[in-house]
């Protein structure tokens, strides 16, 4: 799902989803709650990618 993901732009997207999902997180539903859980697990470990991508100059 998010294998052609590039820029450093992409990422910033990346994270304004992870802090939505941190919201979803906090909700009383404990599906929701599992859902999100697996969510921020994955969205963390492409955002943490974020660092091997070269500057633009």
Same mark, same amino acid.
Request: glycine share 0%; hydrophobic share 40%; proline share 2%.
């Given at each position: 799902?998010?294998?052609?993901?590039?820029?450093?732009?992409?990422?910033?997207?990346?994270?304004?989803?992870?802090? *939505?999902?941190?919201?979803?997180?906090?909700?009383?539903?404990?599906?929701?709650?599992?859902?999100?859980?697996?969510?921020?697990?994955?969205?963390?470990?492409? *955002?943490?990618? *974020?660092?091997?991508?070269?500057?633009?100059?």
């Amino acid at each position: 799902m998010f294998d052609n993901i590039t820029t450093k732009e992409d990422y910033t997207d990346l994270h304004t989803v992870l802090e *939505a999902v941190m919201v979803l997180e906090n909700m009383e539903s404990s599906k929701a709650n599992d859902i999100a859980k697996q969510i921020i697990e994955l969205l963390s470990a492409k *955002a943490k990618e *974020a660092s091997l991508i070269p500057e633009d100059k």
